[in-house]
């Protein structure tokens, strides 16, 4: 068969000129911000007050965002992908409203809803004198909105790929619904949890809109390393570097064992 047209690598041409230039137009941000970071002077940015309360709140409310989403969002994705009630199709387009809402809208909305004069927070601040905004409680809500729906996506999608066979082999067996999604279903996705749940990690450490419009910026409570960087940004750029530097290094941690521990036991190609 002829190859006239293609790259040695089997590449036609017409699709390898634009893949390199999406290469070019991704990597090269990327590759800005390891040449002009101020290595020399690294060490002493980062261990600036405020940066290690920064990283480890960051670590501590995604983790946490995490844990939520795992809790609430493996059950919803649950009753996306397996159940028959009605309205599905609306409840996931609104499930997945948070992947394509600005943050800072989503941020606007958690203020009228739980804010002390929204809709439930009025309630919450008047009964149990609970205020919600600019706590550190309201940074892992914030990331838990913006993060979670990458955790159900992920896990509907596994779970529409998983065979039903296997539920309905134990169904035949007398094992009830949470039997079988305990003893069969979960397991048999656990790649894809796994999966979406270091998405919506990943996602959680690197929210900035809804965490600044909904928590504020105060250190050691709500400053979190995106809010750094931004304020960073404004008074020493070097140092808005330093501290990009570390979420970089962070995300392709998360995006390697993503990779190379889950992708490849859910048979995803390399």
Known sequence: MSRTGRTGAGVPVPL?????????????????????????GLAEQLT???VGSALRLSLVSATAATAVSLVLGVPLAWVLARSRVRGRAVLRALVTVPLVLPPVVGGVA??????????????LDETFGITIPFTTTAVV???????????VVSVEGALRA???????????????RWTTFRRVTLPMV????????????????????ATI??????PGTTQTMPVAVYLALQRDPEAAVALSL????????????????WLGRAGVAP
């Open 162 to 176: 998983a065979d039903a066979r296997f539920e309905d082999v134990a169904a035949t067996l007398g094992a009830d």
């Open 110 to 123: 958690l203020f009228l809803v739980l804010g002390r004069q929204g809709i439930v927070g009025s309630w």
């Open 141 to 151: 809500i914030a990331q838990t909105f913006v993060a979670m729906p990458f955790l």
């Open 213 to 218: 419009t909904f928590a504020g910026n105060f």
């Open 190 to 209: 656990a790649p894809g949890v796994a999966a979406g749940a270091v998405l919506c990690w990943a996602r959680a450490l690197g929210e900035f809109g």
């Open 48 to 50: 600036a007050p405020g």
């Open 246 to 261: 570390v979420l970089l290094a962070v995300s392709l941690a998360t995006l390697l064992l993503l990779r190379d521990r």
């Open 16 to 40: 390898m000129i634009p893949a390199a230039l999406a290469v070019a137009f991704l990597v090269l941000p990327l590759a800005g911000l390891l040449v002009r970071a101020p290595w020399s």
